[in-house]
């Protein structure tokens, strides 16, 4: 098994109530599913925070199907579901009127991903509705194994998308971008940019994960207190992060969103 797959065994990532803008999103992608719509397949369902959702609210679908290569996260669905690959659906082509893939494109390489567009345009009879992390700068997610000193992302994202790359995810392939959204809204401090860079610095972008993870090129697992850092950058960042609280409330900022959704139609 590869790492990555490991990473998404451990039951500790599964085992949780939908945090709020968990909830966000999963009221996003409600919102954003046209009326003709009879059949569902989520593709790389994880947990089933949203299959499950449907079905506790009462949201009702003749068929609501759920996918995921996971066999840990799949034991909390409650939906009907199966193990499996969303680089080769093992579905008839245009099966669901709408094929939903949440948070899982980012994660794959570059062959899987090819194959993960086609397989889902083939087996999406009218919409697809796919949400990826937005514009997301994948080395601040970086963490450095310190065994074999590979940097890697801290959830294995291998890939980054914007706006005008997640519009054209389905061009000629008989789907058309007809809804885009952008959620989770995050604030950040204007011109304040090279003192996060300091602390990072000082963190050595170590204290990002909360779960195990596995060095994706040495096989090794990492646990947060692995590779904290020592106590003397430990105070000099608390310092830096009570300076911050206390600037918070009157610092000029920026404001971002965490995820982009989109919507596409079958021409
Ligand atoms: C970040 S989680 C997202 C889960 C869920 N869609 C959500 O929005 O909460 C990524 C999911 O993609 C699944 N996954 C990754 N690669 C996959 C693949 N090739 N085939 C099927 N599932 C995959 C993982 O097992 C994991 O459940
Ligand atoms: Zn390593």
Known sequence: ????????????????????????????????????????????????????????????????????????ALKYVKTEKSQGDISKLNFKDMEFDLVICLEVLEHLNIIDFQNAIQDIQRVAAKYI??????????????????????????????????????????????????????????????????????????QKKDIKFNHEVYCPACGAILKSDVISSNKMVKSQISIWSTLIKMLRNIWPKNYNYNWIFALYKRI
């Not at 109530?17 to 593709?43: C, F, G, Y």
């Not at 789907?175 to 204007?190: A, D, V």
Request: charge should be positive.
């Open 129 to 202: 509705i796919i949400s990826v992390p937005n514009n997301e700068k994948l080395e601040e997610h970086f963490i450095k194994c310190p065994y074999c000193k590979t940097n890697f992302h801290s959830t294995y994202h291998l890939r980054s998308f914007d706006m005008n790359i997640t519009k054209s995810l389905f061009n000629g392939l008989g789907f058309q971008n007809i809804n885009n959204l952008l959620i989770g809204k995050k604030e950040s401090f204007k011109y304040i940019s090279p003192f996060k860079r300091y602390i990072k610095k000082l």
């Open 1 to 72: 098994m590869n790492n990555e797959k490991k990473y998404y065994e451990n039951n500790e990532i599964w085992n949780k109530h939908p945090k709020e803008q968990e909830l966000e999103r999963i009221k996003t992608v409600v919102s954003l599913i046209p009326a003709d719509v009879n059949t569902i397949l989520d593709a790389g369902c994880g947990n089933g925070i949203l299959v499950n959702y449907l079905l506790d609210n009462n949201i009702k679908f003749s068929r609501i199907y759920a996918l995921d290569r996971s066999e840990t």
